[in-house]
């Protein structure tokens, strides 16, 4: 069992009189997690799968004695892929103001803003957190340096979704299912969402963009669409935790690239699953681009479970100057080179903006001191 960073501080946060929302792509793990915090909380413990149909009309838009029948004497009450359930939100309100002794924990596949799920009606009556993909951090606590250090090129082609980290001898086989259509589940069950098989070609699309910069334009006319829907799908995207834009920090030089924009996934194996690749690290042509995505996409998990969250960005010039990835917090734009091989290139930043930034740490970050800036 991965012991997840989130389980502690959920756990303190527990019956505190708020729901407690955990959001992030599908087989992350968010239901295993709820499982194993309801352990620990006395009574009875209700699970509500809302992918089952009876159970998104019994919940949708219920009324209070509704509720209270179906909870029973339960004292913790779990609802999974609440985001498909019409007026969810007053659902959870009507939970959270009336049955001050009842735990609710909420899990989403995608942002609840999708399909106005949840709005207002929780506003100070939750916690949210977003689960992730198994960070470095979490592996290197529970298995140790040499275990992480072991299973890097594992990660750096398979991901790190639980499954595959737990099972990595059928990774392949396991991927491929998570990444087929129930990773889309939530988007292509949307109005307006049509086409799935521009959907995949979008996705592949994207994954052999990793790191470089996108052009919606440019997408659109490589798989037969136009810009407003490739932006539009990239945003359904995004908001069911499949990929994350990187924008271009733009603040002082008229030389900087100001409209620009890179794509990332959140899970290496996701991408490579998307393109059918998952070749060794000793045949790909792809390395700076799948070192660049795992570091950068751990380095958010990292972030946010230590509960800081800075301003993502990459910089560049109209003269090729670059940086992969900054970090901007507190005034402070903290540097990330990364180097899958440390003896190609300059690893220097350019004076152009060291002169102009408050520049803190430099970070030229290799398989040789990547759990300096990852692990603990």
Known sequence: MIIRDLQKVIEDRCHNGKAIILIGARQVGKSTLFSEISKGIEGGVLSLNCDDPETRALLANANLSEIRLLIGNNKTVIVDEAQRVPGIGLTMKIITDNFKDVQLLVTGSSSFELNNRLDETLTGRKYEYHLYP???????????????????????????????????????????????????????SMEGIRKPALLEKLLVALALQVGSEVSYNEIGQTIGSDSKTVEKYIDLLEKCFIVFRLPALSRNMRTELKKSRKMFFFDNGIRNAVLQNFAPLSLRNDMGALW????????????????????????????????????????????????WNPKRGNTSLPPSFTNNYNVGNINVVTPENYLDVLGT
């Open 292 to 339: 660049e995505n795992f570091v950068i996409s751990e380095r958010i998990k990292k972030n946010h479970y230590e509960g800081r969250y800075p301003k993502y960005y990459f910089w560049r010039t109209t003269s090729q100057q670059e940086i992969d990835f900054i970090e901007e917090e507190d005034g402070i734009f903290n540097a990330f080179e990364m180097k």
């Open 134 to 188: 198994v960070s470095t951090g979490e592996l290197l606590r529970t298995g140790g340096l040499l275990m992480v250090r072991q299973t890097l090129e594992q990660r750096l082609v398979y991901g790190s979704y639980p499954e595959i980290v737990s099972n990595p001898e059928e990774a392949k086989e396991l991927l491929m299912g998570i990444a087929g259509s129930y990773l889309y589940k939530d988007i292509l």
